[in-house]
């Protein structure tokens, strides 16, 4: 049947079949003998109810939703450091500057490093780190991987900022982060092996140790 805007003249200007069939269209059940004036009564009020939700469909999709940025932004503007678990071996490591500090630090011609400090620690109170070693970071670097020891139960990451002939600045403190155990333990404790008397005056000893206290974060 055409569609035609309903009204009641228009439903009264309809056969009863007509009216009846239209009826049907809308889902309206209507039984032998009711009376026309029903049947337009319900037709109305369903067709009523039809277009009230069409509008509201429209008036839906036509309402502009502000678009979500694309990316987030690089920087917050804030001296701040992160730690995030990865296992119970590796933590992510992010951190930011405020600009005018970063402009500062970095502008002084006696600067020569931002690094960071990897604190591992007995407990959370702890208030000196039972152990930690450094990790030389680039002035654009904004994340890192750090190596935990064996052991580990608590750990902190410390950003600071290194100047030529002054003592290390400390820029940022991230949170304490419980460590999960990771179901290993340690490795037994090895008697101390002898070492050849060449290589003890050599200083080889003391290079070893050395090397792993500087360079561990980069052992898997």
């Known amino acids: 049947m055409e569609q035609t805007p309903l009204s009641r003249a228009y439903l009264e200007s309809l056969s009863t079949s007509d009216l009846v069939s239209l009826a049907e269209e809308y889902g309206i059940d209507v039984p032998e003998g009711l009376n026309r004036r029903f049947i337009i009564g319900e037709v109305l009020e369903i067709a009523a109810e039809d277009n009230k939700i069409a509008a509201e469909t429209a008036s839906l999709v036509d309402t502009d939703i502000p678009a979500s940025p694309e990316v987030l932004p690089e920087t917050y503007n804030e001296?701040?450091?992160?730690?995030?678990?990865?296992?119970?071996?590796?933590?992510?490591?992010?951190?930011?500057?405020?600009?005018?500090?970063?402009?500062?630090?970095?502008?002084?011609?006696?600067?020569?490093?931002?690094?960071?400090?990897?604190?591992?620690?007995g407990?959370?109170?702890d208030s000196a780190s039972a152990d930690y070693y450094d990790i030389d970071v680039g002035i654009?670097?904004?994340?890192?991987?750090?190596?935990?020891?064996?052991?580990t139960q608590w750990c902190r990451v410390d950003l600071y900022t290194r100047n030529s002939q002054e003592k290390e600045q400390l820029l940022a403190k991230s949170q304490e982060?419980?460590?999960?155990?990771?179901?290993f333990a340690e490795a037994p404790h090895e008697e101390k092996r002898k070492v050849p008397?060449?290589?003890e005056l050599s200083g080889f000893t003391e290079l070893r140790k050395s090397h792993f206290r500087n360079h561990r974060q980069s052992f898997m």
Not at 140 to 151: E, N, T
Not at 177 to 183: A, I, N, Q
């Open 140 to 151: 654009r670097d904004r994340k890192w991987y750090a190596h935990l020891p064996v052991g």
């Open 123 to 125: 407990t959370q109170k």
């Open 177 to 183: 982060l419980c460590v999960p155990c990771s179901g």
């Open 197 to 199: 008397p060449l290589l």
């Open 79 to 121: 001296t701040a450091i992160t730690v995030l678990m990865r296992d119970p071996g590796w933590v992510f490591v992010f951190w930011d500057f405020h600009s005018n500090l970063y402009s500062a630090l970095t502008g002084n011609h006696k600067f020569e490093s931002f690094f960071l400090r990897v604190n591992s620690q």
